[in-house]
């Protein structure tokens, strides 16, 4: 069954299949993955961003733009 929501990644709308689409997670308070700061750097993420983190999709346009060239 399809769905349609928005890329963490670049923000536009697409249907996809929610148990075969790449899904990233993200800490509603910041809007950053848990454990990176808004720098970019990283750190140990807090056991509360964790249990407030929600799985965000990501586009398949957006997963290749992501893949190292070679």
């Known amino acids: ?3 349609i929501g928005r890329c ?3 923000g ?3 249907a996809y299949e929610p ?3 790449q899904m990233f997670l993200v800490d ?3 809007g950053l993955p ?3 700061t808004v720098l970019g750097t990283t750190r140990e993420p807090s056991p509360e961003a964790v249990a407030r983190a929600v799985e965000q999709p990501v586009c398949p346009s957006c997963v290749t ?3 190292p060239e070679e």
């Open 12 to 14: 536009r709308m697409f």
């Open 8 to 10: 963490y990644g670049c």
């Open 65 to 67: 733009r992501a893949q």
């Open 19 to 21: 148990d075969s689409v």
């Open 34 to 36: 848990p454990g990176i």
């Open 28 to 30: 509603p308070d910041t």
């Open 1 to 3: 069954m399809k769905t």
